[in-house]
């Protein structure tokens, strides 16, 4: 079993980067489409726990946008976030990979060399 468990989206272009670079380095993982198979509040509360609000909350994506300002305002609070995010995982910011040592929230290289390999 992986060690490794990578959460986005499967269209997404940063998680298909992602996958690509644990491929090239041999790194076993399980991905979970968190747009298809859900993402539960509690796994949710503890990214934002471990890497904070603004860490997983995609502000700058284009779901996160189009929300109508009650909705950007719950994304401010760790609580109300986590129900948004639930319901709206595509303003998680992606991907998500939960390792022995933790979390990563997004994809750089440099940040993933230093903590998967």
Not at 22 to 28: H, I, K, V
Not at 53 to 82: E, I, Q
Request: aromatic share 8%; charged share 25%; proline share 4%.
């Amino acid at each position: 079993m992986a060690d490794i468990a990578l959460y986005g989206l499967t269209n997404c272009d940063t998680v298909k980067k992602a996958r690509a670079w644990l491929d090239a380095r041999g790194c076993a993982y399980v991905f979970h489409d968190f747009k298809k198979e859900g993402a539960g509040p509690d796994r949710i509360a503890r990214w934002i726990a471990a890497a904070g609000l603004d860490s997983v909350v995609n502000r700058r994506g284009t779901t996160f946008r189009a929300l109508p300002d009650a909705d950007k305002a719950a994304a401010a609070d760790s609580h109300t976030a986590v129900a948004l995010l639930v319901q709206q995982p595509s303003i998680i910011k992606r991907p998500v990979v939960e390792h022995p040592r933790g979390i990563l929230v997004g994809f750089k290289e440099d940040e993933w060399s230093a903590a998967l390999l």
